[in-house]
């Protein structure tokens, strides 16, 4: 065992190595190295003398978001209660650090056994919550050596991770240190089951529970009704370069385009208005006067915290990444009933196989394949029938936040 976790120390070490030579040169490494520097005394800073209540830990910004509804469950449950929230990415942290849920931000320090006991000696939680995929052994070793509560919410396995070879049997122990393992789906279970976890349950993915909030919460947005001049649309969120290329050799099949990109950096959006040429105006420029934009057909969105909003504009959604490492979020276009489009790189993700199987979803790899969905979608009422799938999906799949907090309050966690 101690030779093992000697090799995961060593790549640890090596990992961290690699971080700190690539922020000589690459931003997000940088602030990955910056955000650590200090770590000790900053946590002892922002925690009060008797620890917190509740730590979640989030890799990035799409565990946040897996999170998040647990999160603000808990703090309408317990308002008094001390709740921090680390990231492992700085693409979490940069952009919830200011989160006004829990009372402190900040990253996770590096993996190892003197790092784990003084960040909990530290912090000294009541109860902590994993979210998905983390699984710091020294950090859940000293969890369990000091007998605090651990959860591991939204999660997913699958046959080829560690804890199911041969090799890997020490960090299969691991998972017996969850009090609880609340897993997305049954092969999940199945997984956990046959290999001696018996502390675990189907609850689902709270991202259905968070995208049902952010549509209830979606305000009608003055400027995009004036461009759009009731015409019908297509919203493309978290779009990139080979995403935006193939849009713009169908974008003349619709009246009117919501441009969305993951990153809004201004190469990036300078590209995208070149590609798609005089027929773009940004949203910083229509949003004061939309009256005089209204013959332009693509409008680009350069800023953070509107997509989830804007998909309640659209006839249909093309979701970006599949292009790339994978699609991003296509549940918070389907809620609002409608249908969603991506590339080809969806199948990693269980809602994208669901929704192409019940007809609610569609994947293309070419350009003509986007067109000859865009035909089939023009016709109502097989839009209409695949946005009811979408939505009816999201419903049906909703509930998880409920069964975790469930159980948090019948294990009284939270009581003392």
């Known amino acids: 065992m101690e030779l093992t976790f000697l090799v995961y120390d060593v790549i640890i070490q090596v990992y961290a190595m690699l971080i700190r030579v690539s922020s000589l040169f690459n931003p997000k490494a940088r602030l990955w ?137 020490v960090f299969k122990q691991s998972l017996l240190s969850y009090n609880r393992i609340f897993v997305q789906d049954k092969n999940s279970l199945d997984l956990l089951k046959n290999t001696g976890i018996e502390e675990c349950v189907i609850a689902g993915d709270t991202r259905f529970d968070r995208v049902l909030t952010v549509m209830e919460q979606s305000k009608e947005i003055r400027a995009i009704d004036t461009f759009l001049q009731g015409k019908s649309a297509w919203v493309a969120g978290s779009t990139w370069p080979p995403d935006e290329q193939v849009i713009r050799g169908c974008s003349d099949l619709i009246s009117k385009w919501i441009i969305a990109p993951h990153e809004i950096k201004e190469d990036h959006l300078l590209y995208i208005e070149k590609l798609f040429g005089e027929k773009t105006v940004r949203y910083s420029i229509l949003k004061d006067a939309p009256e005089k934009f209204t013959d332009k057909t693509i409008l680009l969105i350069d800023n953070v915290g509107m997509l989830s909003s804007l998909y309640r504009y659209g006839q249909a959604a093309y979701i970006g990444g599949g292009f790339g490492s994978g699609i991003h979020n296509i549940l918070e276009a389907g809620v609002y009933g409608i249908p969603v489009v991506f590339g080809p790189k969806f199948q990693k993700f ?32 097989f839009s209409k029938s695949a946005g009811d799938i979408c939505a009816h999906y999201v419903h049906e799949h909703a509930g998880a936040t409920e069964k975790i907090i469930r159980f948090i309050q019948e294990k009284r966690f939270l009581t003392n």
């Open 33 to 169: 190295v910056n955000g650590r520097k200090g770590w000790r005394q900053s946590l002892k800073n922002k925690v009060p003398a008797g620890g917190v209540d509740i730590w979640m830990h989030c890799a990035s910004l799409g565990e946040f978001e897996q999170g998040r509804p647990v999160l603000e469950a808990l703090r309408s449950l317990y308002p008094e209660k001390c709740i921090l929230l680390t990231f492992f990415s700085p693409s979490g942290y940069t952009v919830r650090k200011d989160y006004p849920i829990v009372n402190h931000v900040c990253y996770l320090p590096l993996d190892s056994r003197k790092n784990a006991r003084i960040f909990l000696q530290t912090i000294k939680p009541k109860l902590v919550i994993f979210v998905k995929y983390e699984f710091w052994f020294h950090f859940i070793r000293e969890i369990s050596k000091q007998q605090i509560p651990l959860l591991l919410i939204s999660a997913l396995f699958r046959p080829g991770q560690l804890f199911f070879r041969s090799y890997g049997k």
């Open 350 to 381: 269980k809602e994208a196989k669901d929704l192409i199987y019940l007809q609610g979803a569609f994947s293309i790899t070419l350009e003509n394949e986007l067109k000859d969905v865009i035909v089939r979608l023009g016709n109502d009422l």
